[in-house]
């Protein structure tokens, strides 16, 4: 098993910065690749960012191209989302999540840990 915990929500004006943080503990010699992903009242769960544990590629929505970077220390077992520019649309709150193997970036279900989420609100 592996254990998430997030930090860094927080209540900012649009334009602000965030820098969010998720800590893995346990097996983490097994995860392939962590993320985030953010859920808005009244939507679905949608994924934000994800990064190769081992080659560091990196994945975005559409949406935070740009503002948003993420980013590992793969020594702390920690993944990171720096986020830019925020916008009152980026509003929800933040799950920080890790697949044991290869699976969609894009697709919640094929994630297999998940964090107890962050909550960020952007006012305008």
């Known amino acids: 098993q592996v254990q998430l915990v997030e930090s860094g929500g927080g209540l900012v004006q649009a334009g602000d910065s965030l820098r969010l943080s998720c800590a893995a503990s346990?097996?983490?010699?097994?995860?392939?690749?962590m993320g985030w992903f953010r859920q808005a009242p009244g939507k679905e769960r949608e994924f934000v960012a994800g990064?190769?544990?081992?080659?560091?590629?990196?994945y975005y929505v559409d949406s935070v191209k740009g503002r948003f970077t993420i980013s590992r220390d793969n020594a702390k077992n920690t993944v990171y989302l720096q986020m830019n520019s925020l916008k009152p649309e980026d509003t929800a709150v933040y799950y920080c999540?890790?697949?044991?193997?290869?699976?969609?970036?894009?697709?919640?279900?094929?994630?297999?840990?998940w964090g107890q989420g962050t909550q960020v609100t952007v006012s305008s």
């Open positions: 999540a890790a697949q044991r193997e290869s699976g969609s970036y894009y697709r919640s279900w094929e994630w297999h840990y």
């Open positions: 346990g097996r983490t010699f097994s995860i392939y690749a």
């Open positions: 990064i190769s544990w081992s080659s560091g590629n990196t």
